[in-house]
């Protein structure tokens, strides 16, 4: 048997490399959307393992200096990068955020993983020209890189009606009823690089 035939055998390894969004910050233990993925595979019969090494606060270096040894570890065979937020939060160069992107996703598709980016918008205070430019950071190197692309993990939660609802008391994070909103935005994605 050669070892393609092995490969597509072994059921999918994801890693979550992400943020505080990730990272169930603020949240019940099992109620983020990282923790809903692993039921909706389970639901959906996909077998699959889900290591969920999202850090609270973490920007695209820090994941950049931990992919390598994540890699190694848990030797995914899908990665999902939801870092970017916290680089907007901190005024980091755009172009930094870009390249550690650019590098992860080329460094994750050299260990033999698929690669699936999760893009995140600023709020309207940041400007609408650097707003853009941030938001199309993450479509510019999918595309790139042949990566997959979710455009807006907090699509539906922090342009609903009512935002203010589904936010925590810092108004940056969500709450845990906001995450099955995350998943339903992941999930499609995510679901294509599954096949």
């Given at each position: 048997?050669g070892s393609?035939?092995v490969q597509?055998?072994t059921?999918?390894?994801?890693?979550?490399v992400?943020d505080?969004?990730?990272?169930?910050?603020?949240?019940?233990r099992?109620?983020?959307?990282?923790a809903?993925?692993?039921?909706?595979l389970?639901?959906?019969?996909?077998q699959?393992?889900?290591h969920?090494?999202?850090?609270?606060?973490?920007?695209?270096?820090?994941?950049?200096a931990?992919?390598?040894?994540?890699?190694?570890?848990?030797?995914?065979?899908l990665?999902v990068i939801?870092?970017?937020g916290?680089d907007?939060?901190?005024?980091?160069?755009?172009?930094?955020?870009?390249?550690?992107?650019?590098?992860?996703?080329?460094?994750?598709q050299k260990?033999g993983?698929?690669?699936?980016?999760v893009?995140?918008q600023?709020?309207?205070n940041?400007g609408?020209?650097?707003?853009e430019r941030?938001?199309?950071?993450?479509?510019?190197v999918a595309?790139?890189e042949?990566?997959g692309?979710?455009?807006?993990l907090?699509?539906g939660?922090?342009?609903?009606?009512?935002?203010?609802?589904?936010?925590?008391?810092?108004?940056?994070h969500?709450?845990?009823?906001?995450?099955p909103t995350?998943?339903?935005?992941?999930w499609?994605?995510?679901?294509?690089?599954?096949k």
């Amino acid at each position: 048997m050669g070892s393609s035939a092995v490969q597509s055998a072994t059921p999918p390894n994801i890693l979550v490399v992400g943020d505080s969004l990730s990272a169930e910050y603020g949240l019940q233990r099992g109620t983020g959307w990282v923790a809903l993925l692993e039921r909706r595979l389970a639901d959906e019969k996909i077998q699959a393992t889900v290591h969920n090494a999202s850090i609270s606060g973490d920007t695209t270096s820090g994941g950049r200096a931990r992919l390598a040894g994540l890699l190694g570890f848990y030797q995914p065979s899908l990665v999902v990068i939801e870092l970017g937020g916290n680089d907007a939060l901190r005024g980091l160069p755009l172009k930094s955020t870009e390249d550690n992107l650019r590098q992860m996703t080329e460094t994750a598709q050299k260990a033999g993983a698929k690669v699936l980016l999760v893009g995140m918008q600023v709020p309207p205070n940041y400007g609408r020209d650097y707003a853009e430019r941030f938001s199309n950071t993450f479509a510019k190197v999918a595309k790139g890189e042949g990566a997959g692309l979710v455009p807006f993990l907090l699509k539906g939660v922090a342009d609903a009606p009512d935002p203010v609802a589904l936010f925590q008391a810092d108004r940056i994070h969500p709450k845990a009823e906001a995450h099955p909103t995350l998943l339903n935005n992941v999930w499609p994605e995510l679901k294509k690089l599954l096949k």
